[in-house]
């Protein structure tokens, strides 16, 4: 059972990893990638708040072994909604959020929903009120141009509407109650004036120029399933190889930046695919003790051939193909078969170098799949969520999806679909001991050197975890001496390019500082920042 949220049985059909009937318009695309500044963002600004587009009856999944698009998809059969979907006590507390889209394509029908008040005059707030003020209320149709408010009153468990607009234009909201948490350990709660509340939390950064650790964009914390399978108690993680292919479009996009992959760490065309592997690794490792490796890797040449034709072989997991471009899919449950899902249809790196983490999401996503999960319903919003986007949660004040499975501390979604039924069964895993930490050679780079240039000058990466690590006197004492260096004095300075020694005879203007070990951290640090010339960066390299 759920131990935050009641279940409302509502399936939606795909945003980025399925195809759509040839009867609807060309869907809209919400990308997984957060920007750093407004002016970044133009694929994911697109309709922020979508989630109810498609229409289910309609719109079939291409996963293999997909539902019939008739069929509500529980996580779990036990999963049953409550009768009462909205108690009373639930809407004088505010303890429940508007789940819904603006501009909806459809709307709900008479056949769905009753009828309760058809009101004149209301925005979108307004009508929200309205609704938390009727009893009876659980949806609303509001049209922001002509501020037409229809009240409904909806069968329990609330259905998906299914009312299609020709020219849509209308919003399509429904309440559902909250059981436990309002929201997610660590977002702070809005309650909105309406009814009901939001959720907030810091941005998302989904591209970068630093490197940055294999965690880094996941949520945190990162709750896991502690009987996943057997020897998962003793410290052990299940091992999973991939066959990989790599489009000729792929290729290309190594290519011009190979100076970016080798920036990050993978040197080769077939080390390249781990910037996109490893980090899905780590969500796995800590979420269910499983382990992604990369296996025998396929490159496609001008021909569209690839070589060796099929790189998969009994005792891998499967074939990661990776591509530029085309909506990543996956088969459902196909662990240890001769089976391929196009894992990412995105370019890794921006034209300026900076990192996108989108495709890293979408790759956990389908791996989710290819694990044995269908898309979980957008009232239990994590990365199997089937549009991403859930309409109550914020980041930096901008709609966001959850970067991680299980955030509600719900193991009834993965524990049969994941664990019992692919992981535990699975014939080509392979028990291993977690990796062991690494640890940097620190080195003192040159005046206004960055530490990215300075530690790919030696053949490795900056570190930025470690990096961040460094914020006393005693410990840029140490990481000082392993670079070789003696501080002076230490002082809490706060640079952007912390920890640094101030290394110029000009120091303090006459020298006086030459030797100190500055400290300080303001919030700014990057691996990607240089000097200002008096000082010289210490730099954590692996």
């Not at 069929?71 to 779990?76: A, N, Y």
């Not at 690590?469 to 003696?486: D, F, L």
Request: with cysteine; glycine share 8%; charged share 20%.
């Amino acid at each position: 059972m759920l131990h935050r949220m009641t279940v409302v049985s509502l399936l939606v059909a795909s945003s980025s990893a399925f195809y759509f009937d040839k009867n609807d318009p060309l869907p809209f695309r919400l990308g997984t990638d957060q920007c750093e500044s407004q002016d970044q963002c133009q694929e994911t600004q697109a309709d922020p708040n979508s989630l109810l587009q498609m229409n289910v009856r309609t719109s079939v999944a291409v996963h293999e072994n997909a539902s019939p698009p008739d069929e509500t998809v529980h996580d779990d059969l036990k999963d049953v909604p409550p009768l009462d979907e909205m108690p009373a006590d639930a809407k004088a507390n505010s303890n429940y959020i508007w789940i819904g889209v603006r501009g909806s394509e459809y709307t709900w029908g008479d056949w769905q929903c009753a009828l309760l008040e058809d009101l004149s005059n209301k925005d979108l707030s307004q009508c929200k009120a309205a609704c938390a003020a009727k009893s009876g209320c659980h949806a609303i149709n509001a049209n922001p141009t002509t501020k037409k408010c229809e009240l409904r009153g909806c069968a329990q468990p609330v259905p998906t509407p299914d009312n299609r607009h020709q020219l849509g234009g209308y919003d399509a909201y429904f309440m559902h109650v909250m059981t436990g948490k309002l929201c997610y350990d660590g977002e702070r709660v809005e309650m909105l004036t309406e009814g009901g509340h939001l959720c907030h939390t810091d941005a998302q950064i989904g591209h970068s120029m630093s490197v940055h650790p294999r965690g880094y964009q996941w949520d945190s914390p990162l709750p896991s399933i502690a009987d996943c399978f057997p020897e998962q108690g003793s410290g052990k993680l299940k091992s999973f190889t991939w066959a990989i292919k790599l489009t000729k479009a792929w290729v290309n996009h190594y290519n011009d930046h190979k100076d970016d992959f080798a920036r990050h760490g993978y040197k080769t065309l077939q080390e390249a695919p781990g910037i996109l592997l490893d980090k899905a690794s780590y969500l796995f490792e800590q979420q269910f003790g499983v382990q992604l490796i990369i296996g025998t890797v396929s490159e496609m040449d001008e021909h569209g051939t690839y070589t060796p034709a099929n790189p998969w072989q009994s005792g891998y997991a499967g074939t990661i193909r990776l591509d530029t471009t085309n909506r990543a899919n996956s088969p459902v449950g196909s662990l240890c078969r001769n089976a391929e899902m196009l894992g990412a249809g995105a370019k890794v790196f921006e034209s300026d170098g900076r990192f996108r983490f989108g495709p890293v999401v979408t790759l956990a996503h389908e791996l989710g799949h290819y694990f044995g999960t269908h898309h979980t319903p957008m009232y239990k919003p994590d990365i199997m969520v089937v549009d991403g986007r859930p309409s109550y949660r914020r980041c930096g004040g901008r709609s966001c999806m959850y970067h991680s499975f299980l955030p509600w501390d719900d193991t009834t979604s993965y524990h049969k679909t994941f664990c019992v039924d692919n992981i535990q069964k699975a014939t080509c895993a392979t028990l291993v001991d977690p990796p062991g930490p690494t640890v940097p050679t620190w080195i003192l780079a040159q005046p206004r050197a960055t530490c990215s240039s300075a530690c790919a000058a030696t053949g490795k990466t900056c570190d930025e975890s470690w990096l961040q690590a460094v914020g006393s006197a005693s410990e840029i004492t140490r990481v000082a001496g392993i670079a070789g260096q003696n501080c002076k004095n230490t002082v809490a300075w706060a640079y952007d390019f912390s920890p640094s020694i101030c290394t110029s005879s000009d120091c303090c203007g006459n020298g006086a500082c030459t030797g100190y070990c500055a400290f300080g951290n303001n919030g700014k640090r990057s691996c990607a920042t240089g000097t200002s010339g008096h000082h010289s960066r210490l730099c954590p390299c692996s």
